[in-house]
């Protein structure tokens, strides 16, 4: 099967730079995703790795390496809004073509 | 505005009852998903569909049954058979493997 472990909680205060880790084991890795999510919202997608290496989006980069089965998502310039849970996700093993999540990480963002 | 809607937001039921949660989606996506959230919790997989008339068991799939008999509408039964129905219930779709677009979900109580 499929198993993701993240942090289950991250502090840092405004404008900080923040890195929440995410490692998985999986068969037939296709990629790895992250979402975000607010107190009693929906998760919205952030980024998408399928390669190595580093893929930025504004404020937010993700980084993946595929030999160790590990990625992260990196926060620039920590804003109070950034303050939500955070998912890893890989799809499936071939032939399932659904996501599967990790436990998520709770970041809050300190003034 | 394209998205998925989920409704009602919020459902309660009383035990021995089924339960049906709705999902309509106009984005013109083939997959559809449901996934079940306990507070503090990761996502996990019930189920999922490719296409019209087609879908597959998740993880969680017992006390559950689904239905796709329209591209757009990916309806979600609770039966009484699920013991523990209490939870965040979370639709989505997509078109590629690599983003999921989620709905705002449905809260789910027993009473």
């Known amino acids: 099967g499929q198993s993701l472990e993240q942090p289950s909680e991250v502090t840092a205060v405004e404008g900080a730079i923040v890195q929440i880790n995410c490692t998985y084991q999986t068969s037939g890795f296709y990629g790895l995703s992250w979402y975000q999510q607010h107190d009693g919202g929906a998760p919205t997608f952030l980024s998408y790795n399928a390669l190595d290496g580093l893929e930025e989006t504004g404020r937010f980069s993700s980084f993946l390496s595929r030999s160790d089965s590990y990625g992260y998502l990196l926060l620039q310039e920590l804003q109070m809004k950034d303050s939500a849970s955070y998912f890893c996700?890989?799809?499936?093993?071939?032939?399932?073509?659904?996501?599967?999540f990790g436990s998520g990480t709770r970041l809050q963002v300190q003034p | 505005d394209g998205g998925i809607t989920q409704s009602p937001k919020y459902l309660f039921r009383k035990e021995g009852q089924n339960v049906t949660l709705s999902c309509e989606q106009n984005?013109?996506?083939?997959?559809m998903y449901w996934y079940r959230q306990d507070p503090g919790q990761g996502l996990r997989l019930i189920y999922y569909?490719?296409?019209?008339?087609?879908?597959q068991k998740g993880d969680i799939a017992e006390g559950y049954s689904v239905s796709r008999e329209k591209k757009e509408s990916f309806p979600l039964t609770v039966t009484s058979a699920q013991k523990n129905p209490t939870a965040f219930y979370l639709c989505a779709s997509s078109a590629t493997d690599t983003e999921a677009f989620f709905g705002q979900g449905t809260r789910l109580t027993v009473v």
């Open positions: 984005l013109n996506h083939d997959a």
């Open positions: 569909s490719q296409i019209v008339n087609d879908f």
């Open positions: 996700a890989v799809r499936d093993q071939t032939g399932r073509r659904a996501l599967t």
